[in-house]
């Protein structure tokens, strides 16, 4: 976006309003729910939609999922607003809203859901737009790259989400997740918890990123700006945390449970500030930030006290607000000078005076300073910390050191590139258009606005969620911006000293980091070579199986074919051999025998002709079986097609080169013996057990009475089963036509 | 292939063939034919027709390209159908007429199954030319 904007195109057009409309329309919708979720109060929207399996499309809005509401649809609309004037003239822009605005919904979909396949519809639909998202700028091969990274890393895990999920729902008998949640004490119990936890919680880190899953998130700021900000920071990584804070009171409590998002979440805390210290570039500092956040979240989550879960909700909503509003500022320096690199900015503040407002106000609610809700969201965290019923040490160190570290990245990231040094030269930035400072400005003073007034947010979203969380009421603690002097009130203390002395460090320390990370292995180093070896195994095996010759495709077909067959019956027992050989007959030994010598005629010949020939006997030897059992219909079919076989494959057979000079073709015999050996065998199996006949009873009694047709065969084509034929009638169009294209496409391409 | 006797004996054996497909078609509720069987019969003439006069001939006889027969065939089909839910009946449920229906006789039975069975013998036959006319062309 180097050049800035110009100055004649301000928008999009009505492609650009109208979603912007929409997600505005969403938040006054949302937020005219506040005063009922406020008095505890749940709302649910019930529509069946596939009752056979139980499934509905169920709606539930509680504390939590309206604060995730509120978030998505009010920094949706930011955001959207944003781009329209960042993407302004852009020539996809449509395609842009309409994927960002698709995100939205699903999002919003994800949070309010009372289903389970609900929930995964949604969230399956979260990680496809988000794929479009990252590779919009898909004329970029890195922009494609890291889409189809995160695409695999989400899908991949939203697989064994899903199998999660239909173990959960198949445990508890019960799509409804308000249904589950009442189950907690018989799912905790379960044989079957365990599978199920490991299966979700693969889904829930995959999608929040927490480590090692946590590399396909830097990657995906490919994406334009207010996507990163919009997904990569306030939304789309949440929905893990969502599914996991949703499943809390069903799931938590467990041994695994604590320890499992204890560890990995305070892992991917301090290891998430650590790399986040070490990048230059605006934007991935502030990925990497997104995973402490993701993993303090998680951390958060593994336990069980009210201060957690306040201090849970407290940070979702500080997070969202200081991230979003510090991602649309990238955005406004980006597009102001043309780089993200902190050692080519510097002394934006009096050129950019509204923007430099904005990401002061933001990074130190980031960095946590009074009176911001950053400050109360860290006071806290540390008395959650401390409330902790695993390690307490552990956590409060975790918590303390990616706090700290935060504070210098928020010093990176928002102080140095407008109040140190002068503009370097051949920058000229100006201030954003109001539309690119608006969302910033709005979000970050919501952050001090909720600091000074703490009342306001613990009413009405705070108590709401804790109670989604605990599953009971009065659980919350108060949001206060000075508790007395305290144990976290020291920790804070300690947090600004050893958070400015790593920032006046940070330069040298970055240093330091390079080396000890460049040593560390990284799955995204690993990952082409991941690609590139599962391109070659897929090209190795295709080539084995499809090699191009129809005799070899034919050859592997039919060996499935009479290997499963005989597989199965060897498995389940080969059938007695106990046929009564009495009322054989000369005529039947004879057609037999004619059959017979067609099929060893079509394995000896060398010429194609004299093949199809013998393959003809062999169709009318089999037309003959099926007049001497009185199947006149299906003897006539066959016959017909035969003889249209034989004209079609002799027609096609001139052009092909002579078979090779005389020579036995010995797998072929044994392959054919196999399948006849085996298709024998089946039939014997199926003869020797008594035939059901209440089909065919059913057809005899009813084809004259109700159908008014003699001619059972056909009457149940066109009648009874006239769905099944119109079927397939379509079928054999389509073949036609596919082939004629097929024909028709290789006359004009000039191959012969 | 050239061959007067093939060509000559063809002219009447196709127009004898497309006949019978009519015929085992009609008869097909009741004794052995019906669509399909009729289909491949009619297709027959055909085939025999261009190999014996050539592809070009036979595409003229026809006058309506065979793809075109099939499409209207499965439409023809998928009308007899939905024919039904003008009586509120389910999708494809036989409807009939029987005209001049006495005590002893059901008299002229006309039914949308057999609109169907002319649908799935447009089909089968269209199709099947497709595809030889297609191939036979690409020699």
């Known amino acids: 976006m180097a050049g800035g904007i110009p100055k004649d195109v301000r928008g999009n057009g009505a492609v650009g309003v109208v979603p912007i409309l929409i997600a505005a329309a969403l938040f006054a919708y949302f937020a005219s729910m506040v005063p009922t979720i406020a008095a505890a109060e749940i709302i649910r929207v019930t529509i069946p939609w596939i009752p056979s399996l139980g499934i509905e499309l169920a709606f539930l809005v509680d504390g939590l999922s309206l604060t995730f509401a509120l978030l998505i649809s009010g920094i949706g609309t930011l955001v959207l607003l944003y781009s329209n004037t960042y993407l302004a003239g852009h020539p996809q822009y449509a395609r842009f809203a309409l994927f960002l605005t698709a995100f939205m919904v699903s999002m919003l979909g994800l949070v309010l859901a009372d289903d389970l396949i609900l929930l995964f519809v949604f969230w399956e639909l979260t990680t496809l737009t988000s794929y479009m998202l990252i590779g919009f700028s898909h004329e970029s091969e890195k922009s494609r790259r890291n889409a189809l990274q995160a695409l695999f890393v989400t899908g991949a895990g939203g697989l064994a989400f899903l199998a999660g999920l239909i173990l959960l729902a198949a445990v508890s008998r019960t799509t409804s997740i308000s249904g589950l949640l009442t189950m907690g004490d018989e799912l905790r119990a379960h044989a079957m918890y365990l599978p199920i936890l490991i299966l979700l919680l693969a889904g829930t880190f995959t999608k929040s990123a927490q480590v090692p899953f946590h590399f396909w998130l830097p990657n995906a700021m490919a994406a334009p700006t207010p ?16 599914v996991m804070a949703r499943m809390h009171p069903a799931m938590s409590g467990t041994d695994v449970w604590l320890w499992t998002l204890t560890i990995f979440g305070a892992v991917t805390a301090v290891f998430a500030s650590l790399l986040a210290l070490r990048q230059t570039d605006l934007k991935q500092a502030l990925a990497y930030t997104t995973l402490m956040a993701l993993g303090t979240l998680t951390l958060f989550l593994g336990q069980e006290s009210g201060y957690a879960m306040t201090a849970f909700a407290t940070f979702l909503i500080v997070h969202s607000l200081y991230k979003a509003s510090l991602f649309l500022v990238v955005g406004c320096i980006d597009t102001a000078t043309g780089t993200r690199e902190t050692d080519r900015l510097a002394g934006l503040g009096r050129l950019m005076p509204i923007t430099a407002v904005a990401a002061a106000l933001a990074a130190l609610s980031m960095a946590g300073f009074p009176p911001f809700l950053g400050f109360i969201g860290k006071e806290l965290k540390y008395a959650g910390a401390i409330a902790v019923a695993s390690e307490p040490l552990f956590v409060a160190g975790a918590a303390l050191l990616s706090n700290a570290l935060m504070l210098a990245v928020a010093g990176v990231v928002a102080f140095r590139p407008f109040w140190r040094g002068s503009v370097p030269s051949g920058q000229s930035p100006r201030e954003a258009p109001w539309q690119m400072w608006a969302g910033p400005i709005i979000l970050a003073s919501l952050g001090a606005l909720f600091g000074i007034y703490p009342d306001l947010l613990q009413v009405a979203l705070i108590n709401p969620t804790v109670i989604s969380l605990t599953g009971e009421v009065g659980e919350a603690k108060e949001l206060q911006l000075w508790a007395g002097f305290n144990i976290p009130l020291i920790l804070s203390i300690a947090t600004f000293v050893l958070g400015l002395v790593i920032y006046a460090g940070h330069v040298r320390l970055r240093a330091l980091l390079e080396r000890v990370f460049s040593a560390i292995p990284n799955l995204d180093r690993g990952w082409d070579r991941f690609l590139d070896g599962l391109k070659s195994v897929a090209k190795w095996q295709t080539l084995l199986v499809q090699n191009g010759k129809l005799s070899s495709y034919l050859f592997i077909t039919f060996l499935t074919i009479a290997a499963g067959i005989l597989l199965t019956l060897v498995y389940t027992g080969l059938p007695m051999i106990d046929v009564d050989l009495s009322d054989v007959e000369w005529k039947h030994t004879s057609i037999a025998l004619l059959t017979i010598a067609g099929a060893l005629l079509a394995l000896v010949t060398n010429s194609r002709i004299a093949g199809i020939a013998a393959l003809g006997v062999v169709g009318i030897g089999i037309a003959l079986i099926f007049i001497v059992f009185s199947a006149p219909d299906v003897a006539i079919t066959q016959l017909l097609v035969e003889t249209l076989v034989v004209v079609l494959v002799a027609v096609v057979m001139l052009r092909l080169p002579s078979l090779p000079k005389a020579e036995f073709r010995l797998g072929h015999a044994i392959l054919s013996v196999a399948v006849g050996a085996s298709i024998s065998l089946i039939l014997i199996a199926v003869v020797s057990s008594p035939l059901d006949l209440r089909l065919s009873d059913y057809f005899e009694a009813t084809s004259w009475p109700e159908a008014y047709g003699r001619n059972i065969v056909n009457v149940i084509l066109v009648d009874f089963r006239a769905l099944d034929t119109f079927g397939e009638i379509a079928v054999v169009v389509i073949a036609a036509l596919s082939a004629y294209a097929l024909l028709r496409t290789t006359r004009k391409g000039g191959r012969s | ?14 127009g004898l063939l497309l006949v019978f497909s009519f015929y085992m078609m009609l008869r097909g509720h009741n ?52 024919f039904a839910a003008v009586f509120g009946d389910a999708l494809f449920t036989g409807q009939w007429l029987f005209i001049g229906e006495t005590e002893t006789d059901k008299g002229l039975p006309l039914s949308s199954v057999l609109v169907f069975d002319i649908g799935v013998y447009l089909v089968v036959f269209g199709s099947i030319l497709t595809l030889v006319f297609a191939m036979e062309e690409e020699i």
């Open chain 2, 31 to 82: 004794e052995p034919g019906g669509g399909f069987i009729g289909g491949l019969t009619g297709a027959t003439g055909f085939v025999l027709y261009a190999i014996a006069c050539g592809t070009q001939d036979a595409r003229a006889a026809l006058r309506i390209l065979p793809q075109t027969i099939a499409i209207w065939g499965l439409g023809i089909a998928l009308a007899a159908g939905l």
């Open chain 2, 1 to 14: 292939m050239n061959s007067i006797i093939l060509r000559a004996g063809t002219r009447y054996l196709a």
């Open chain 1, 227 to 242: 996507v990163s900000a919009f997904l990569h920071s306030a939304t789309m990584v949440k929905a893990g945390v969502y």
